[in-house]
T-cell receptor, first 113, second 115 residues
Framework: AQSVTQPDIHITVSEGASLELRCNYSYGATPYLFWYVQSPGQGLQLLLK??????LVQGIKGFEAEFKRSQSSFNLRKPSVHWSDAAEYFC???????????FGAGTILRVKS | GAGVSQTPSNKVTEKGKYVELRCDPI?????LYWYRQSLGQGPEFLIYFQGTGAADDSGLPNDRFFAVRPEGSVSTLKIQRTERGDSAVYLC?????????????FGPGTRLLVL
């Protein structure tokens, strides 16, 4: 069965500092991986996705993520955080031919000025 | 609008009552998904429709939960005899479902509170 672990429940970074949010997944075959962001009271917005090919993927709002098969990881990064990035971030895994996404518990990002 | 819409945005009900939550997917998307997000958790899969049929309902917690999509577009999630533990945000998503990997696009959710 698929599972996703986001080890950090909360992360606080200073505005302008770099960011890395961790995601580890468990899945027996090639996974499809996603990062979504959720602002308070809002739905989930897709930041980026990995299906195949280049393991470094670029997303919206200056985010990127790197798929590392050997580490079963798909960490999200941003070189310089803006106050508007404060939100909750979810990593999710899907299966080829599958229909459901399995989400991690989320990481709440706080940005201090 | 072009996105997934859900109504109502908030629903307060009393224990034991029946509720219906509606989802209107992105036009042209044949696949529709329901998830439930409890406080402090990530979304959990409930049910998936391909067209009018429920292709996978393995995530429905019990027989009090039921969902329909009679014309292959709008879907309604129905909860009978609501319990306080049903309080959560119910998210709907849709995708094109043309085969291969899919991106699911989420609506804003319905926040259900059972008193």
């Amino acid at each position: 069965a698929q599972s996703v672990t986001q080890p950090d429940i909360h992360i606080t970074v200073s505005e302008g500092a770099s960011l890395e949010l961790r995601c580890n997944y468990s899945y027996g075959a090639t996974p499809y991986l996603f990062w979504y962001v959720q602002s308070p009271g809002q739905g989930l917005q897709l930041l980026l996705k990995y299906f195949s090919g280049d393991t470094l993927v670029q997303g919206i709002k200056g985010f990127e993520a790197e798929f590392k098969r050997s580490q079963s990881s798909f960490n999200l990064r941003k070189p310089s955080v803006h106050w508007s990035d404060a939100a909750e971030y979810f990593c999710a895994v899907g299966a080829m031919g599958g229909n459901k996404l399995v989400f991690g518990a989320g990481t709440i990002l706080r940005v201090k000025s | 609008g072009a996105g997934v819409s859900q109504t109502p945005s908030n629903k307060v009900t009393e224990k034991g009552k029946y509720v219906e939550l509606r989802c209107d997917p992105i036009s042209g998307h044949t696949a529709l998904y329901w998830y439930r997000q409890s406080l402090g958790q990530g979304p959990e899969f409930l049910i998936y429709f391909q067209g009018t049929g429920a292709a996978d309902d393995s995530g429905l917690p019990n027989d009090r939960f039921f969902a329909v999509r009679p014309e292959g577009s709008v879907s309604t999630l129905k909860i009978q005899r609501t319990e306080r533990g049903d309080s959560a945000v119910y998210l709907c998503a849709s995708s094109l479902r043309q085969g291969g990997p899919e991106t699911q696009y989420f609506g804003p959710g319905t926040r259900l509170l059972v008193l």
